[in-house]
């Protein structure tokens, strides 16, 4: 493989990487970007090589990607001396051509974000307008339906003389002439009233 195709196999798989180095130098590569410190120099591509079996052209890329980090960037900015594998300040110096290198990724990061903003916003600007919905009109009450007409009475049937006209069931009607039939009864048969004699 050649350095080239090494160095774009480091920068595809840093993120796969990125646990390893976290889990053997917590305080080198921590996960929380205010603890991020500015490295020292010339001591992590040979470290790696020797401690994950990687060649120094993937090494050495990893490293890079650590360091074209936002939040490394901002540590080299804010931290005039570099920290050892420990998290420990050493006497190495930070370096203004460091500073300069972090300064100027830092501002190619915020342009970089400008113009996906203003790529977002043109696509949003350039987007048909959305077309209004149909006014939906105005809800009026349904008009009442007209009553429904009153059933009509049952047509009365002549009645014949001495007869009762019944109108129910015929479960009805059986009931109510077993209940009338001793009235009745007693109103046919009913001797009549006798005349007291005169005294």
């Not at 120099?41 to 052209?57: A, D, H, I, K, Y």
Request: positive net charge; proline residues 14%.
């Amino acid at each position: 493989m050649t350095v080239k195709q090494e160095r774009k196999r480091a920068f595809q798989e840093f993120s796969t990487q990125l646990p390893a180095l976290r889990a053997k130098w917590p305080k080198t590569f921590p996960e929380n970007p205010n603890a991020v410190r500015p490295i020292v120099t010339g001591v992590f591509p040979r470290l790696l090589c020797t401690e994950f079996g990687w060649s120094w052209p993937y090494a050495s890329a990893i490293i890079q990607c650590w360091k074209l980090r936002p939040d490394y960037c901002r540590a080299v900015l804010a931290y005039p001396k570099r920290f050892d594998l420990d998290g420990i300040e050493t006497e190495q110096e930070t370096g203004d051509h460091a500073r300069a290198d972090a300064a100027k990724r830092l501002a190619e990061i915020a342009a970089r974000k400008e113009r996906q903003r203003e790529r977002a916003l043109a696509t949003l600007a350039q987007a048909p307008a959305a077309v209004p919905a149909p006014p939906v009109p105005a809800l009026t009450p349904a008009p009442e339906p007209p009553p429904a007409p009153a059933p009509a009475p049952p047509e009365a049937t002549a009645a014949k003389p001495g007869k009762l006209v019944l109108s129910g069931s015929a479960a009805m009607k059986e009931a109510l002439q077993r209940r009338l039939a001793p009235i009745v009864a007693g109103v046919i048969e009913a001797p009549a009233p006798r005349r007291l004699a005169s005294r």
